[in-house]
């Protein structure tokens, strides 16, 4: 299997700019993960998605964020519009049910907003 | 309060030596606790996995866990140049067959050769 797979794997936009990062999961996971990394924050959990149906949205900051999963094979995480604070670089995690507390992370899009 | 706390380092240790790392949990109902490393530009990995007290052992590194503390560690033993990473304690805050891991801000490890 490729893994989990992300793109872009880098981006660089100016603030205002609507930002669309997109993430194709494992074939078989029944859970896809956004996170957002910072240095200051961590990694923190946005949204999680069990059979392509949004669970727990808490840690979305604000409505500028949207995510959505139309299918079992593919998610976008939309900002708009972007700002500098969005910087960061997010990540997609897919994981089968169970509690392994296994995640298969993608390699991650770096976003900067200037 | 953190969820989840763990001091950023660097812990900086010779080679040989053991490193332990620490993490604090707030949650007194998490009850899967785990720990991922992540190289310097990559994703994170899980390396270690707990849910009972007590220790449990996987060749060089050993995860330990005390509920009534709320805390959780690993330790490496006869460290590497290669375990030079960030360490990410993790914890399962629903439980069940939802894998909704909670991160603390991970550790960052320096094996001095």
């Known amino acids: 299997d490729a893994g989990v797979i992300q793109s872009p794997r880098h981006e660089v936009t100016e603030m205002g700019q609507e930002v669309t990062l997109r993430c194709k999961p494992i074939s078989g996971h029944d859970y896809l993960f956004w996170y957002r990394q910072t240095m200051m924050r961590g990694l923190e959990l946005l949204i999680y998605?069990?059979?392509?149906?949004?669970?727990?949205d808490s840690g979305m900051p604000e409505d500028r964020f949207s995510a959505k999963m139309p299918n079992a094979s593919f998610s976008t995480l939309k900002i708009q519009p972007s700002e500098p604070r969005d910087s960061a670089v997010y990540f997609c995690a897919s994981s089968l049910a169970g509690e392994t507390g296994e995640l298969f992370f993608g390699e991650g899009s770096r976003l900067t907003v200037l | 309060q953190k969820e989840v706390e763990q001091n950023s380092g660097p812990l900086s240790v010779p080679e040989g030596a053991i490193a332990s790392l620490n993490c604090t949990y707030s949650d007194r109902v998490s009850q899967s606790f785990f720990w991922y490393r992540q190289y310097s530009g990559k994703s994170p990995e899980l390396i270690m996995s707990i849910y009972s007290n007590g220790d449990k052992e996987d060749g060089r590194f050993t995860a330990q866990l005390n509920k009534a503390s709320q805390y959780v560690s690993l330790l490496i033993r006869d460290s590497q140049p290669s375990d030079s990473a960030t360490y990410l304690c993790a914890v399962n805050t629903v439980g069940g067959a939802t894998n909704k891991l909670i991160f603390g801000t991970g550790t960052l490890l320096a094996v001095q050769p």
């Open positions: 998605f069990n059979n392509n149906v949004p669970i727990d």
